[in-house]
């Protein structure tokens, strides 16, 4: 009985966090994004790249902070840092690089402002400090909450 509940206790708790998150796809760069709540204030997102080698599973996190957020809109930026926990270039670390991403999310369904088109302007610097590159994105995404805040 009480594998039960707490199985009956787990699932619960995960039907209300997946209420706060968001799935974002980047056809053009292969990457997939999990996000906590893109309709609050700060929020975390998380990318990885899809079509890829094991080997070269690079993957980001950022937190996320809502300039000015609308209906229509929601404008953002954030600092992040990317990485690939399965391939160490010196043993020393997984760091790839950093950057800082400046966003609209743009909902243009008046019958569900869930889903959203993704714009992304995203400077990139690599681990040394001697290369980098203006990254843009264009992706869909579509948030999970039932609510605003």
Not at 13 to 40: C, D, H, R
Not at 97 to 107: C, H, P, Q, V
Not at 139 to 149: D, F, H, P, V
């Amino acid at each position: 009985m009480k594998r039960y509940l707490f199985i009956l206790l787990i699932m619960t708790n995960l039907a209300g966090l997946m209420g706060q998150v968001a799935i974002s796809y980047y056809p053009f760069q292969s990457v997939l994004a999990i996000s906590t709540n893109t309709e609050k204030v700060l929020w975390i997102d998380y990318r990885i790249e899809t079509n890829t080698f094991f080997t070269n599973l690079n993957m980001e996190i950022s937190p996320m902070w809502n300039i000015s957020r609308t209906e229509l809109v929601n404008y953002y930026l954030g600092p992040g840092i990317s990485f690939n926990p399965a391939y160490m270039e010196d043993q020393n670390s997984i760091i790839n690089g950093y950057f800082a991403d400046l966003g609209i999310r743009i909902k243009p369904l008046k019958t569900d402002r869930r889903w959203q088109l993704v714009l992304e302007l995203s400077p990139y610097l690599n681990r040394e400090g001697n290369g980098g590159n203006l990254r843009s994105k264009t992706g869909i995404s579509y948030n999970l909450a039932r609510n605003k805040q």
